[in-house]
């Protein structure tokens, strides 16, 4: 027969009530979200005030490098020009265009766009037209040369009149014992075909809007050296 427990042992613990006490879990999880957002907020501030600082570093270094000395370039007033090289942008352009090139002025106008940002990329890209109608221009006047034989003086004559030398400029550069009217007559004729007169105008186009934008930054850029000055 079998034998009963006198004393059958107690059940087993069990684990909390549910639902648990839930009573500091919204206090606790506010908390942690204005704490994350503090921490976001200021880590946000540290980065914004870390990237004006260095878009201040870059936009101090390439307005060193450029704005006054672009400005002096500027300012220097022109007292003889050449007409001997078609392909060769006028001496201020392009000792303008050297500069730009040589500055970090896309770096500085990414991290600090202003006006003066604007208005020196607007004039390098004139800048980069005007070349690039220059070398059609000489293109074209080299193109007619190579089918028709003409003497070296006309040709002389042709790249002056094409880059805006004055009559008495173009009778000046004739010698005395040759015949300027022949030579002005077969320059003429180079200058008024079909190719080289769209280039001529095309470059001549160009030449207005680079100089139109030279006069447009030169107030900017004195501004600039200006308030930079009274710092």
């Known amino acids: 027969m079998p034998t009963l427990l006198a004393n059958p042992s107690a059940p087993l613990a069990t684990g909390p009530t549910w639902p648990g006490d839930w009573s500091t879990f919204w206090p606790d999880m506010v ?32 307005s060193l490098r450029i704005v006054q000395p672009l400005l002096l370039v500027l300012q220097r007033p022109t007292y003889t020009q050449g007409f001997s090289e078609i392909s060769v942008l006028p001496r201020k352009h392009r000792t ?9 002025l896309d770096d500085w106008h990414e991290e600090l766009a202003t006006e003066l940002t ?46 805006g030398a004055s009559e008495d400029y173009l009778r000046a550069m004739v010698r005395s014992e040759d015949d300027y009217e022949a030579i002005a007559a077969a320059g003429s004729q180079i200058v008024s075909s079909r190719l080289v007169r769209k280039h001529a105008r095309a470059y001549g186009h160009s030449l207005r809007k680079a100089d139109r934008t030279m006069h447009n930054l030169m107030p900017i850029l004195i501004e600039n050296v200006r308030r930079r000055s009274n710092r």
């Open 96 to 104: 303008a265009l050297s500069l730009i090139e040589q500055s970090d």
């Open 118 to 163: 604007e208005t020196l990329r607007d004039y390098r890209g004139r800048l980069w037209n005007l070349q690039a109608d220059a070398d059609d221009l000489e293109q074209a006047v080299e193109r007619w040369f190579t089918v028709h034989r003409t003497s070296p003086v006309v040709r002389e004559w042709v790249e002056a009149r094409l880059l």
């Open 31 to 62: 908390i942690g979200c204005v704490t994350g957002l503090i921490i976001g907020l200021a880590l946000w501030l540290l980065q914004i005030w870390a990237d004006q600082r260095h878009a201040r570093k870059v936009s101090r270094r390439v």
